[in-house]
């Protein structure tokens, strides 16, 4: 059955040229073009950063996006590129740079459940493993793929939306994904 795609974890700290050379790689041995229903998704997680990495032609603002289209040959085959900059749910609109169908939404990530990690949730969202009740947790979840928070076209605003299972503690240390 194969798989629709891959993610690049941290992927703000690679060049864009980089990533373009690898992503032109995979669509080579794809045979040239990528499958229809294929998407990979940059993690970029922003936070303070957001102007930085997305405004005008730096980091991944235009730039990246004029890299891909000249590599990958076409605007159908960059839109298979998305990206999650950590957002939504308190700031889903926060990336100006990127159209809302090429930006992957989701409640919590790996890095979100760390005991040093805080991204805010706002009203609109919890992390399982911080003590948020397995019931609000589901509700938020339930809603990401229902109604996310201040969608506007439910046709192509953030088409991919995910969930990333927590990790669990074992002996009072971190499991997978992020142990010890």
Same mark, same amino acid.
């Given at each position: 059955m194969g798989a629709s795609g891959f993610r690049i974890d941290a992927a703000k700290h690679m060049s864009p040229e980089d990533l373009t050379a690898i992503?032109?790689?995979v669509q080579t041995r794809m045979g040239g073009r990528f499958p229809t229903d294929f998407f990979v998704w940059l993690e970029v997680l922003t936070g303070d950063q957001v102007n930085f990495l997305w405004s005008g032609?730096?980091?991944y603002g235009s730039h990246f996006t004029d890299l891909l289209v000249d590599a990958l040959g076409s605007y159908d @085959?960059?839109?298979k590129?998305?990206?999650f900059d950590g957002g939504y749910p308190s700031q889903p609109w926060q990336n100006t740079a990127i159209p809302s169908n090429r930006i992957v939404i989701q409640n919590d990530d790996h890095d979100s459940q760390s005991p040093d990690f805080?991204?805010?949730?706002g009203h609109r969202g919890c992390v399982l493993v911080k003590s948020c009740p397995v019931a609000e947790h589901r509700n938020? @979840?339930?809603r990401l793929f229902i109604d996310p928070y201040e969608i506007r076209d439910k046709n192509n605003d953030w088409p991919i939306r995910i969930i990333?299972?927590?990790f669990y503690h074992t002996y009072g240390v971190l499991g997978v994904p992020d142990g010890y």
């Open positions: 992503l032109k790689l032609s730096s980091w @085959e960059l839109n590129v998305k990206f805080n991204r805010d949730f938020y @979840e339930i990333l299972s927590s």
